[in-house]
């Protein structure tokens, strides 16, 4: 089954209460959820965090999907990591504000066709 990796977890608070900042949901259309990483979460310490992440995307796969959400350095991270997991090839989901739907980039950082 494919996973979509979500980079971080997109929360906020509002009255001190944990709240959604926006809904991912429609990207269960492309597998099953995995949060990499928590709200509070920084690259301070890069080593412990890109262990971290390595593991949970321990198989990584043509099948799967990056949701690029929160920091750009643990985005940028968390998509090397993805190209190096699997010979340079990942895809990523973008919101499309205007069609309502996640659409898929598919990206080869070797720079070889797909």
Not at 73 to 93: C, E, K, P, R, W
């Amino acid at each position: 089954m494919s996973r979509v990796f979500v980079v971080t977890e997109p929360i906020t608070y509002k009255d001190g209460i944990v709240v959604p900042l926006f809904d991912i949901s429609p990207a269960r259309e492309f597998g099953e959820i995995r949060i990499l990483t928590e709200h509070n979460q920084s690259m301070t310490a890069s080593v412990p965090m890109v262990r971290m992440i390595r593991e949970k995307m321990k198989g990584f796969c043509d099948a799967d999907y990056i949701l690029p959400v929160g920091d750009p350095v643990v985005i940028a991270t968390v998509a090397a990591i993805a190209s190096d997991l699997n010979h340079g090839y990942f895809q990523m989901l973008k919101w499309n504000k205007r069609m309502r739907q996640y659409d898929v980039y598919k990206i080869n950082a070797y720079g070889s066709k797909l």
